[in-house]
Protein backbone atom coordinates (compact mmCIF):
# COMPACT_ATOMS: atom_id res chain seq x y z
CA UNK A 1 0.00 0.00 0.00
CA UNK A 2 1.80 3.39 -1.18
CA UNK A 3 -1.08 5.20 0.39
CA UNK A 4 -1.19 8.06 3.29
CA UNK A 5 -0.82 5.57 6.48
CA UNK A 6 -1.86 6.75 9.85
CA UNK A 7 -1.87 4.77 13.42
CA UNK A 8 -3.37 4.15 15.50
CA UNK A 9 -7.01 3.58 13.63
CA UNK A 10 -8.45 4.44 17.04
CA UNK A 11 -7.37 5.85 20.51
CA UNK A 12 -9.01 5.62 23.76
CA UNK A 13 -7.84 7.81 26.29
CA UNK A 14 -8.42 9.38 29.50
CA UNK A 15 -8.83 13.42 30.16
CA UNK A 16 -5.75 15.06 31.08
CA UNK A 17 -3.22 11.74 29.24
CA UNK A 18 -0.97 12.60 26.21
CA UNK A 19 -1.94 10.93 23.48
CA UNK A 20 0.69 10.77 20.33
CA UNK A 21 -0.59 9.85 16.38
CA UNK A 22 1.77 8.93 13.52
CA UNK A 23 1.69 9.74 9.90
CA UNK A 24 3.07 8.80 7.01
CA UNK A 25 3.31 10.13 4.01
CA UNK A 26 3.15 9.14 0.58
CA UNK A 27 7.14 8.80 -0.26
CA UNK A 28 7.93 11.06 -2.63
CA UNK A 29 5.40 13.98 -1.04
CA UNK A 30 7.04 16.91 0.41
CA UNK A 31 4.87 18.37 2.08
CA UNK A 32 2.83 16.92 5.24
CA UNK A 33 -0.60 18.20 6.53
CA UNK A 34 -2.63 17.85 9.46
CA UNK A 35 -6.38 18.46 9.78
CA UNK A 36 -9.00 17.75 12.46
CA UNK A 37 -12.61 16.85 11.65
CA UNK A 38 -15.64 16.15 14.13
CA UNK A 39 -18.87 14.51 13.33
CA UNK A 40 -21.02 16.09 10.21
CA UNK A 41 -18.37 18.95 9.54
CA UNK A 42 -15.66 19.40 7.00
CA UNK A 43 -11.95 18.60 7.78
CA UNK A 44 -10.28 21.81 9.65
CA UNK A 45 -6.81 22.87 8.69
CA UNK A 46 -4.38 22.41 11.83
CA UNK A 47 -1.11 22.50 10.37
CA UNK A 48 1.89 21.78 7.55
CA UNK A 49 4.98 21.09 6.71
CA UNK A 50 7.33 21.42 3.71
CA UNK A 51 9.81 18.43 3.93
CA UNK A 52 11.10 19.06 8.08
CA UNK A 53 9.95 22.92 8.10
CA UNK A 54 6.00 23.51 9.87
CA UNK A 55 4.96 26.53 7.74
CA UNK A 56 1.64 27.35 8.63
CA UNK A 57 -0.23 26.57 11.81
CA UNK A 58 -4.17 27.23 12.61
CA UNK A 59 -5.50 29.45 15.70
CA UNK A 60 -7.01 25.88 16.22
CA UNK A 61 -3.66 24.64 17.43
CA UNK A 62 -3.54 25.17 21.08
CA UNK A 63 -0.42 24.78 22.85
CA UNK A 64 -1.01 21.41 24.10
CA UNK A 65 -0.44 20.76 20.49
CA UNK A 66 2.22 19.93 18.98
CA UNK A 67 3.74 18.46 15.59
CA UNK A 68 7.25 17.27 14.29
CA UNK A 69 8.33 15.95 11.22
CA UNK A 70 11.96 15.80 11.94
CA UNK A 71 13.49 14.24 9.10
CA UNK A 72 10.94 15.66 6.42
CA UNK A 73 9.67 12.07 6.43
CA UNK A 74 6.95 10.40 8.93
CA UNK A 75 4.98 13.25 11.18
CA UNK A 76 3.95 12.94 14.70
CA UNK A 77 1.13 15.38 16.24
CA UNK A 78 1.34 15.04 20.14
CA UNK A 79 -1.92 16.51 22.31
CA UNK A 80 -0.59 16.88 26.02
CA UNK A 81 -3.61 17.22 28.46
CA UNK A 82 -6.49 16.29 26.34
CA UNK A 83 -9.39 17.79 26.97
CA UNK A 84 -12.87 16.25 25.65
CA UNK A 85 -13.29 18.60 23.04
CA UNK A 86 -10.00 17.30 21.55
CA UNK A 87 -12.28 13.76 20.91
CA UNK A 88 -12.38 14.35 16.81
CA UNK A 89 -11.02 12.45 13.35
CA UNK A 90 -7.65 13.53 12.98
CA UNK A 91 -6.41 13.43 9.52
CA UNK A 92 -2.85 13.69 7.78
CA UNK A 93 -2.61 14.45 3.80
CA UNK A 94 0.27 14.67 2.10
CA UNK A 95 1.13 16.33 -1.73
CA UNK A 96 4.34 17.25 -3.76
CA UNK A 97 4.48 20.84 -4.29
CA UNK A 98 4.78 21.57 -7.90
CA UNK A 99 1.58 19.21 -9.16
CA UNK A 100 -1.06 21.45 -7.48
CA UNK A 101 -3.00 21.32 -4.37
CA UNK A 102 -4.35 18.15 -4.50
CA UNK A 103 -4.17 16.30 -1.04
CA UNK A 104 -4.29 12.79 -0.69
CA UNK A 105 -5.29 11.92 2.55
CA UNK A 106 -5.25 9.13 5.52
CA UNK A 107 -7.91 7.15 6.42
CA UNK A 108 -7.29 9.09 10.27
CA UNK A 109 -6.94 8.94 14.05
CA UNK A 110 -10.19 8.47 16.15
CA UNK A 111 -9.60 9.85 19.55
CA UNK A 112 -12.04 9.76 21.84
CA UNK A 113 -11.20 11.52 25.52
CA UNK A 114 -12.99 10.16 28.13
CA UNK B 1 -14.76 35.60 5.11
CA UNK B 2 -13.27 32.01 3.86
CA UNK B 3 -16.04 30.37 3.92
CA UNK B 4 -17.23 27.09 1.75
CA UNK B 5 -21.03 25.83 2.55
CA UNK B 6 -23.43 23.63 0.68
CA UNK B 7 -26.97 24.14 0.14
CA UNK B 8 -28.09 20.61 1.15
CA UNK B 9 -27.10 18.42 3.77
CA UNK B 10 -28.61 15.57 2.60
CA UNK B 11 -29.53 14.27 -0.88
CA UNK B 12 -31.49 11.06 -1.94
CA UNK B 13 -31.57 9.56 -5.62
CA UNK B 14 -32.51 6.68 -7.33
CA UNK B 15 -29.98 4.59 -8.76
CA UNK B 16 -29.20 5.39 -11.97
CA UNK B 17 -30.56 9.01 -12.10
CA UNK B 18 -28.26 11.87 -11.92
CA UNK B 19 -26.47 13.57 -8.77
CA UNK B 20 -26.11 17.22 -8.65
CA UNK B 21 -24.13 18.55 -5.01
CA UNK B 22 -24.05 22.19 -5.01
CA UNK B 23 -21.74 24.36 -3.51
CA UNK B 24 -21.24 28.16 -2.43
CA UNK B 25 -17.73 29.49 -1.48
CA UNK B 26 -17.71 33.62 -0.65
CA UNK B 27 -13.69 34.39 -1.11
CA UNK B 28 -13.18 35.86 -4.68
CA UNK B 29 -9.37 34.95 -4.59
CA UNK B 30 -9.90 31.45 -4.58
CA UNK B 31 -8.39 29.89 -7.49
CA UNK B 32 -8.81 26.23 -7.17
CA UNK B 33 -11.37 23.66 -6.19
CA UNK B 34 -11.74 20.29 -5.07
CA UNK B 35 -14.09 17.44 -4.85
CA UNK B 36 -13.69 14.88 -2.19
CA UNK B 37 -16.07 11.61 -1.21
CA UNK B 38 -15.90 10.59 2.12
CA UNK B 39 -17.13 7.09 3.58
CA UNK B 40 -17.76 6.45 6.73
CA UNK B 41 -14.39 5.14 9.05
CA UNK B 42 -12.30 6.37 6.00
CA UNK B 43 -10.33 9.47 4.99
CA UNK B 44 -11.49 12.10 2.11
CA UNK B 45 -10.52 10.77 -1.41
CA UNK B 46 -10.02 12.99 -4.12
CA UNK B 47 -12.85 13.20 -7.30
CA UNK B 48 -11.93 15.98 -9.29
CA UNK B 49 -10.36 19.37 -9.21
CA UNK B 50 -10.79 22.84 -11.31
CA UNK B 51 -9.11 25.90 -11.55
CA UNK B 52 -10.46 29.11 -11.51
CA UNK B 53 -9.28 29.33 -15.30
CA UNK B 54 -11.79 27.03 -16.20
CA UNK B 55 -15.57 27.03 -16.01
CA UNK B 56 -15.76 22.77 -16.35
CA UNK B 57 -14.03 19.75 -15.86
CA UNK B 58 -15.18 15.99 -16.88
CA UNK B 59 -13.72 12.98 -15.16
CA UNK B 60 -15.26 9.58 -15.81
CA UNK B 61 -19.28 9.74 -14.53
CA UNK B 62 -18.42 13.32 -12.92
CA UNK B 63 -18.77 17.00 -14.09
CA UNK B 64 -17.41 19.92 -11.85
CA UNK B 65 -18.88 23.25 -12.81
CA UNK B 66 -17.63 26.38 -11.86
CA UNK B 67 -19.51 29.75 -11.87
CA UNK B 68 -17.42 32.74 -10.67
CA UNK B 69 -19.80 35.29 -11.32
CA UNK B 70 -22.05 34.07 -8.26
CA UNK B 71 -19.17 31.63 -6.53
CA UNK B 72 -20.95 28.17 -7.19
CA UNK B 73 -19.36 25.32 -7.74
CA UNK B 74 -21.53 21.60 -8.34
CA UNK B 75 -20.49 18.23 -9.02
CA UNK B 76 -22.69 16.63 -11.27
CA UNK B 77 -22.57 12.43 -11.21
CA UNK B 78 -24.22 10.50 -13.25
CA UNK B 79 -26.18 7.45 -13.45
CA UNK B 80 -25.71 7.53 -9.56
CA UNK B 81 -24.48 3.90 -8.55
CA UNK B 82 -25.08 2.34 -4.57
CA UNK B 83 -21.18 2.49 -4.47
CA UNK B 84 -21.42 6.34 -4.91
CA UNK B 85 -23.26 6.47 -1.89
CA UNK B 86 -21.06 9.17 0.23
CA UNK B 87 -20.50 12.63 1.94
CA UNK B 88 -19.21 14.88 -0.78
CA UNK B 89 -17.24 17.92 0.22
CA UNK B 90 -16.15 20.66 -1.71
CA UNK B 91 -12.95 22.79 -1.10
CA UNK B 92 -11.31 25.75 -2.16
CA UNK B 93 -7.56 26.72 -2.22
CA UNK B 94 -7.19 30.75 -1.42
CA UNK B 95 -4.26 32.46 -4.02
CA UNK B 96 -1.24 32.71 -2.43
CA UNK B 97 -2.31 30.19 0.43
CA UNK B 98 -1.42 26.34 0.83
CA UNK B 99 -3.81 24.81 2.60
CA UNK B 100 -7.72 23.89 1.47
CA UNK B 101 -10.55 25.00 3.08
CA UNK B 102 -13.59 22.55 3.52
CA UNK B 103 -16.96 23.01 3.42
CA UNK B 104 -19.82 21.21 5.90
CA UNK B 105 -20.36 18.10 3.65
CA UNK B 106 -23.36 16.80 1.70
CA UNK B 107 -24.87 13.16 2.60
CA UNK B 108 -25.72 10.88 -0.81
CA UNK B 109 -27.68 8.54 -0.19
CA UNK B 110 -28.90 6.17 -3.23
CA UNK B 111 -31.81 3.78 -2.94
CA UNK B 112 -32.93 1.18 -5.25
Known amino acids: DTGVSQNPRHKITKRGQNVTFRCDPISEHNRLYWYRQTLGQGPEFLTYFQNEAQLEKSRLLSDRFSAERPKGSFSTLEIQRTEQGDSAMYLCASSFRGSGEKLFFGSGTQLSVL | GESVGLHLPTLSVQEGDNSIINCAYS??????FIWYKQESGKGPQFIIDIRSNMDKRQGQRVTVLLNKTVKHLSLQIAATQPGDSAVYFCAENIGNTDKLIFGTGTRLQVFP
Open chain 2, 27 to 32: NSASDY
